[in-house]
């Protein structure tokens, strides 16, 4: 059972169904900052347009600019671009065009933005961790393009109630709901297997010997610790990290905060602590930290990267479907010609994919259960209701 099928329902804060739409840009530029084409780059680009704010864009096309290659494990990159591009397929009556690029590295990432503006697209949207400057910039030079930022936390409520005006649209996911269901299953898996380990409960004492036995005791029972390894990916990870800490409710999390190591060694560190889950992101490297990990510790990371990884080991795989959010904002945009702003989108839109390990049905139950309860409230990052020991445990 897919548990990012479990009912839910919708969290409003100003929501609209909006749509992102997305211009193509002009192939020259789109050579040299992309993957698309075979065509050299040009010799030095176009200054961008400056327009009045109330001039109206031509056409109906919209252009997504991602984030860059150089900063998603190549297998989140590829799949990130073909479900978008995929989108292309079935565009909503109203809707010209939806050009999607793939930066090669990030400082082509405004370069392309500020094309798809320069040259008249009605709607352009940016896609990373940290964007909203970008767009802001953006935005104040072409008044005649909606541009927006995705994900982005939404503005400051003025006295009034209203959300503080910014010059690009504000675009918001459960990204830190999704950390607590990442952290929730990771907790769930991590009591489950040290319950099983010391299936009574009653270990000795915590040097490991038993004063009124002949012989030395058996080791000390395992103490529960979950690893986070965050290579950055197109998810804000100060958010993510956030959920994980509510959602594991004071299991202890091992985090390695040395920015010269390299993923595996992280990884290694980590494994030494005595971790028995590991948490990944989508950045680069992610796919050989999950290879490392195989016989070694449980694994919850992003699906696009478990293809490989033994099922018994995967606890849960996740994402966050980009392609449902951007479906939304092209139906929307067909419909009323422009989006409104800010626009948060919650676990009842149908935003996350959750893929339960079949060898972990305890979590299951306890995603379920979690999710219902980040429905009922304002703040993610308040403390679960403790349901009990996992189901599955002894």
């Not at 971790?275 to 990944?280: D, P, R, S, T």
Request: overall charge negative; charged content about 25%; hydrophobic content about 45%.
């Amino acid at each position: 059972m897919d548990a990012g099928n479990v009912p839910s329902t919708r969290r409003a804060m100003r929501r609209a169904r909006w749509v992102v739409l997305i211009a193509a840009a002009s192939a020259w530029l789109a050579v040299a900052c992309t993957s698309d084409g075979d065509a050299p780059p040009p010799t030095a680009p176009a200054p961008p347009v400056e327009e009045p704010a109330g001039t109206t864009a031509v056409g109906r096309d919209v252009e997504l600019v991602l984030p860059p290659r150089t900063a998603l494990d190549p297998s989140i990159a590829e799949r990130l671009s073909d479900r978008m591009r995929s989108l292309s397929e079935d565009l909503p009556d109203g809707v010209d065009s939806l050009s999607v690029r793939l930066p090669e590295e990030p400082a082509f990432v405004p370069d392309l933005l500020e094309l798809a503006a320069a040259r008249g697209a009605a709607l352009a949207c940016v896609l990373g961790p940290d964007v909203a400057g970008i767009a802001d910039r953006t935005a104040d030079r072409h008044g005649a393009t909606t541009v927006c930022a995705l994900p982005a936390t939404l503005p400051e409520l003025d006295e009034e109630g209203d959300f503080e005006p910014t010059p690009a649209l504000r675009i918001d996911v459960p990204v830190t709901e999704l950390g607590v269901l990442v952290g929730t299953a990771a907790r769930t898996a991590v009591l489950t297997a040290v319950a099983r380990a010391d299936p009574d409960g009653d270990g000795p004492d915590a040097d490991g010997t038993d004063p009124d036995a002949d012989e030395p005791a058996a080791p000390a029972a395992e103490v529960p610790r979950v690893g986070l390894v965050l290579l950055g990916d197109e998810l804000p990870s100060d958010r993510l990290r956030e959920g994980v800490l509510t959602g594991l409710a004071g299991i202890e999390m091992v985090e390695v905060e040395d920015a010269d190591a390299s993923p595996l060694e992280a990884l290694e560190t980590l494994l030494a602590t005595g971790v028995q889950v590991v948490i990944v992101d989508g950045g680069p490297g992610a796919a050989e930290v999950v290879a490392a990990l195989s016989g070694r510790s449980a694994i919850v990371a992003p699906v696009d990267i478990l293809a490989g990884a033994d099922t018994a080991e995967v606890v849960l795989g996740y994402r966050l479907r980009w392609e449902q959010v951007v479906r939304v904002v092209l139906d929307s945009f067909a419909g009323a010609g422009h989006l409104e702003a800010p626009v948060l989108l919650g676990l009842g839109d149908d935003v996350l994919e959750l893929e339960v390990g079949e060898d972990h049905p305890e979590v299951l139950a306890a995603l379920m259960a979690a999710r219902a309860q980040l429905a009922t409230r304002d703040d993610p990052r308040a403390p679960l209701v403790d349901e009990g020991p996992p189901a599955g445990a002894p």
